[in-house]
């Protein structure tokens, strides 16, 4: 007699296993038992369903015929109540018992629903089955759909939805897209290209509450408390094994339902395939090891010798337009190192794990014509030492030459702005040069380019290396470090003129060799695109030297200073016995007086910062910024308060600059004098910016240093009142911000562009700089002391103390 | 036979960051790269004692806060003209805790720190 064989669902897994067994012609009696109401398709096609690529009767594999013509018995829309292992029989949710000899389950996976308030309205859904997709599908153009999670499922489910002209937002919990698969820079490359097909994207975006209305989504709350308006919104943030019905009948199970090498449970006559699984601790979410899976448990039912084994996978994402690949392992685990490959012209970005000369991990985002050769190599740990110089790219590579540093500027386009002062384009660079002019003065006095502020020379030069070829000899320019072929001037003006608002745009768009830059070049980009971007960009902590990322100066021994702020020098009885208190109770050995008009306690452990800040917060004082590339101080005299030849209140002026600068980041440290009178007492013109206060007004200059320079201010205006003396600083410093090179004070920036070119810039865009500066200050003017102690104040704190800890 | 000691959780210590671990004989680095790969050394860098913890971390490098030597996460060694070698001790990732070997503790009563 036949051996009856029943198997719990109709997924990709047990449908492969099924075509096993009917081709080898199994002597088996089966039946297939499936909770979707229909038998076997491919389920990794729906995403080409939802975009309207394909239809689904393409996508079935097993249709009604075929389970006729191998006489396989179905029960489509049918659950399994229960299951009688002793007895070996399966009762259906419509009562009907039917007997085994052996059973299989592919009860796959379940979607995580995240429990958000209202997770449970009408409209939220996963995207797991054919329903979801035609719920997506009948949402029509013109509706708004949330999306959580940016992972690989989610990010089809956007890109589908998005095609058939519906208003997609992406909201994804970690920094950058596809975590799991993709490094930062791939994510960029990622993103950037759903933005381009219109879809919205929003990272390191905590989900808080889903809004509802009569009992239907109506938007999806953000912690940070903006609203995204939603018709529909799909989970899309991960998947679990559906276990369920295995762990109600006594079988082993742990993330999923145990199997061996031969796919068999705990009970010898229960086998599992597909998600539902867990093999030697891993669970399965691609298709390709479920297959092997499926060819293994069939040749066990058919008493053949087979064994699973865990390969290398690879993951590609089916978004008509985004080419990605990722396989095997590039995190994790020691010697390990990196060989990139970014191709900024055609946004190509490759990068190799290598580690003992073997492929590890590949990432490859814009052109993954190689991947499959590449797999190659990881999977069968193919040995790359003779091929490593020009293993990146590709097999087609024979010899050659080495990487073009100009394939940055080579790529941008005609109209990109290379000179920012003059506004002239790339196109029009080029057609100087073929009209004759090949040096860079011929070029400057044609187009203007580079003429004025300077900064962008060395671009300007690199187009007239890319057009004339040899002809054009390029000066040796400075480069920022070891990382990059650009100059500070070069990146500051891809970054504002190709609009780069991220570190990995930056690396990628510029060709940086590493993957994530050094301690030379991270501090600089962490500037220069706060500056640039105040509102689009997020600080970086970790690009910030440790000063800048714990709000306080490091010392010889590894202890801090701390420097609370006195506006314009002026402090009270109240704040000196805050202060008093704070160093007895910190045990703080030497309280110092600053040049900058303030009480400097030094010797501070590094641990009692937070709770320091939070005795001086207390007392209504705020961070000094003694140890930023930023605003320091404003050293006043007291003017016409006390001072019997003060001309203007040069204290209260002083007061009033503090207040409207602090917080503010710049490219070196900024100090600030504003002497009452031409006597100078607050050492007004040897600081970065001074005020001179006289009768008739106040005298505003700039480029002054009292460190390894001492230079004199250059007198820049003088004007009538306090209010345009603070304008005319507020515009000078944001021109500062913007124009000059990471760690050049004001007098260095001055020598290279000019006095005369500041004084025209602030005196035909004044309020303009001053409205830029008042948008970065929006973000930047706040006590960071407050909010760390707030919000970071463990990180202040060790890891962990082992000190009582026994070595054995 | 290693015996490795549960630390933390790998988020309490944020990408291209580290923290400060104390024990008996002084104390330890922490470092987590932008890959989630942890190392652990002497929080001392062999020039003048630098806190290491406190420094730039970049691919699997950091950079001593003091006076800028770069040195390896991986070997301890200091990188590029500058000639020099911390401890390292054994680390790794699981189920997202950060694990060290007890046996660092060991080498460390042994005379294993550094200067």
Partial sequence: MR?????????????????????AEADYDITLINGEPRGNYNRIMLSPVLSGEKAYAEIVTHDDEWYKLYKIKTRFGCFVQNIDREKRTVTTDAGEVLPYDKLVFGTGSNPFVIPLPGHDLAGV?????????????????????????????????????????????????????????????????????????????????????????????????????????????????????????AQDSGLAVGKGIHVDDQMITSDADVLAVGECVEHDGAIFGLVAPLYDQAKVAAQTLMGQQAQFVQKEISTKLKVTGCDLFSAGDFADGEGREDIVFRDPGRGVYRRLVIADNIVKGAVMYGDTADSNWFFGLIRDKTDISDMRDTLIFGPAYQGGTPLDPLAAVAALPRDAEICGCNGICKGQIEEAIAAGATDLGAVRLTTKASGSCGTCTGLVEQVLAVTLGDEFVMPAAAVICGCTDMTHEDVRRMIKSQRLMSMPAVWQECGWKTSCGCHVCRPALNFY?????????????????????????????????????????????????????????????????????????????????????????????????????????????????????????????????????????????????????????????????????????????????????????????????????????????????ENAKYLDRIYKWMGKVGLDWIKERVETEGPALVERFELSQSIYRKDPWADHVQTKADRYRPLANLSLEAAE | MSDWIDIAPLENVPQRGARMIKTAFGCIAVFRTAEDEVFALENACPHKAGPLAEGIVHGKSVTCPLHNWVISLETGEAQGADEGRVATYPARVENGSILLDRAFLKARTKGGVAA
């Fill in chain 1, 3 to 23: 051996q009856k064989l029943i198997v719990i669902g109709a997924g990709m897994a047990t449908g492969r296993m099924l075509e096993a067994l009917v081709e």
């Fill in chain 1, 125 to 245: 859904i996963a995207y797991r089955d054919l329903e979801d997709t035609q719920r997506m599908m009948d949402l029509g153009p013109a509706h708004k759909c949330v999306v959580i999670g940016g992972g690989l499922l989610g990010l089809e489910a956007a890109a589908g939805m998005a095609a058939r002209g519906v208003d997609v937002t992406v909201v994804h919990i970690m920094g950058h897209l596809m975590e799991r698969q993709l490094d930062e820079a791939a994510g960029y490359l990622l993103r950037r290209a759903l933005v381009d097909k219109g879809i919205a994207v929003k990272c390191t975006a905590n989900s808080k509450e889903i809004l509802g209305e009569n009992g239907r989504v109506k938007a999806l709350l953000l912690d940070d408390g903006t609203e995204l308006p939603c018709d529909l919104l799909v989970m899309a943030v991960g998947i679990r094994p559906n276990v369920k019905l």
């Fill in chain 1, 529 to 737: 695109l706060l500056a640039d971007w105040p509102l689009e960009y997020q600080d970086d902590p970790q690009s910030r030297f440790i000063n800048e990322r714990k709000h306080a100066n490091i010392q010889k021994d590894g202890t801090f200073s701390v420097v609370p702020r006195m506006w314009g020098g002026i402090t009270t009885p109240d704040e000196l016995r805050a202060i008093a208190d704070a160093a007895d109770k910190y045990a703080v050995p030497t309280v110092k007086v600053t040049g900058g008009q303030r009480i400097d306690l030094l010797g501070v452990k590094g641990e009692d910062l937070p709770d320091i800040w939070a005795d001086l917060n207390a007392a209504g004082m705020v961070s000094g910024h003694a140890y930023s590339k930023g605003l320091r101080t404003v050293k006043t005299c007291v003017g016409t308060d006390h001072c019997r030849f003060g001309t203007q209140d040069s204290t209260g002026l002083g007061i009033k600059l503090e207040k409207e600068l602090w917080g503010s980041w710049t490219p070196h440290k900024l100090k600030l004098g504003v002497s009452g009178c031409p006597r100078n007492c607050a050492e007004a013109t040897c600081k970065d910016i001074g005020v001179i206060c006289v009768d008739s007004g106040y005298q505003v200059s700039i480029g002054g240093a009292a460190g390894m320079d001492v230079r004199e201010t250059e007198l820049m205006v003088q004007v009538a009142t306090e209010d345009e003396a603070i304008d005319v600083i507020k515009a000078v410093t944001q021109l500062y911000r």
